[in-house]
Nanobody
Framework: QVQLVESGGGLVQAGGSLRLSCAAS????????WGWFRQAPGKEREFVAG????????IYAGSVKGRFTISRDNAKNTVYLQMNSLKPEDTGVYYC??????????????????WGQGTQVTVSS
């Protein structure tokens, strides 16, 4: 069974840092694009960051660029999201996703084939 499991979420004060991890099992995802999305209360899910299967290309939402870093370790079948200088507006449920149809990441959630259950990130003022 293919499964993606996020971890590392929690409560942090504004200006703090947090690192999210997403571990995949059931198949190898070395040739898959990885993405991170988030959904704040009362809002639609939005793209946060994406990385190509090689790890050589990354893209970010404008709101997080310069603060967040996405990376992957194909040997561990894991993708990470390092979040620095966190703001209250970063609060939400963060989801990792994998896309096997493209070489480079997309900002569209419908392009991704597999999804994790999400991990809560709460940034206090």
């Amino acid at each position: 069974q293919v499964q993606l499991v996020e971890s590392g979420g929690g409560l942090v004060q504004a200006g703090g840092s947090l690192r999210l991890s997403c571990a995949a099992s059931g198949r190898a995802f070395s040739r898959y694009v990885w993405g991170w999305f988030r959904q704040a209360p009362g809002k639609e899910r939005e793209f946060v960051a994406g990385v190509s299967w090689s790890g050589g290309t990354t893209i970010y939402a404008g709101s997080v660029k310069g603060r967040f870093t996405i990376s992957r370790d194909n040997a561990k079948n894991t993708v990470y999201l390092q979040m620095n200088s966190l703001k209250p507006e970063d609060t939400g449920v963060y989801y990792c996703a994998a896309d096997g149809s493209r070489t480079y990441p997309s900002r569209g959630s419908m392009e991704y084939d597999y999804w994790g259950q999400g991990t809560q990130v709460t940034v206090s003022s």
